[in-house]
T-cell receptor, first 112, second 114 residues
Framework: AQSVTQLGSHVSVSEGALVLLRCNYS??????LFWYVQYPNQGLQLLLK??????LVKGINGFEAEFKKSETSFHLTKPSAHMSDAAEYFC??????????FGQGTELSVKP | KAGVTQTPRYLIKTRGQQVTLSCSPI?????VSWYQQTPGQGLQFLFE???????NKGNFPGRFSGRQFSNSRSEMNVSTLELGDSALYLC?????????????FGPGTRLLVL
């Protein structure tokens, strides 16, 4: 069965530091993987998606993620954190039927 | 293009009542999915509608139901509300030309059951 695990429910970084949010998946079929961001009192905004075209995926706001099949990982990174990056981040995988399975989320705090 | 819209944004109900939430998808999108978000359970899939038919269903009791209209707008209904139904309900739409199309989310409806 497909599932997603996000390591670390809270991550804190200093402004300007590297952001690394971890996501591991399990899937019996080639996965479609997504990262979404949720700001307080808002819905989910798509950051980026992997659909097997390229293993390194670039998204909005300077984020990128690398698909590593051997490690079943899809970690999200950003070279330099900004205060506006503080939010909750969700990794998700779609089942062949189209249903999205989400990880538990990682709350990112950015310290000045 | 306008994004996914959900109404109302906030609702307060009491136990035993019923509630109807509405979702208008992005123009041209034919699939609408509903998710429940709570602090304890996270984001959970409720159901998906495509061309007025329920195509996919999550593990929720029958009190949760939905429908989709010919213009792709969707409604979700919860009957006999329980305290545990307090949550953010998110709607997402996609083109659904293929089953794994990207889903775009609305701002959600926050339901509080007292």
């Amino acid at each position: 069965a497909q599932s997603v695990t996000q390591l670390g429910s809270h991550v804190s970084v200093s402004e300007g530091a590297l952001v690394l949010l971890r996501c591991n998946y399990s899937s019996s079929v080639p996965p479609y993987l997504f990262w979404y961001v949720q700001y307080p009192n808002q819905g989910l905004q798509l950051l980026l998606k992997y659909t097997s075209a390229a293993t390194l995926v670039k998204g909005i706001n300077g984020f990128e993620a690398e698909f590593k099949k051997s490690e079943t990982s899809f970690h999200l990174t950003k070279p330099s954190a900004h205060m506006s990056d503080a939010a909750e981040y969700f990794c998700a995988v779609t089942l062949p039927g189209g249903k999205l399975i989400f990880g538990q989320g990682t709350e990112l705090s950015v310290k000045p | 293009k306008a994004g996914v819209t959900q109404t109302p944004r906030y609702l307060i109900k009491t136990r035993g009542q019923q509630v109807t939430l509405s979702c208008s998808p992005i123009s041209g999108h034919r699939s609408v999915s509903w998710y429940q978000q709570t602090p304890g359970q996270g984001l959970q899939f409720l159901f998906e509608y495509f061309s007025e038919t329920q195509r996919n269903k999550g593990n929720f009791p029958g009190r949760f139901s939905g429908r989709q209209f010919s213009n792709s707008r969707s409604e979700m209904n919860v009957s006999t509300l329980e305290l545990g139904d307090s949550a953010l309900y998110l709607c997402a739409s996609s083109l659904a030309e293929r089953r794994q199309e990207t889903q775009y989310f609305g701002p959600g409806t926050r339901l509080l059951v007292l």
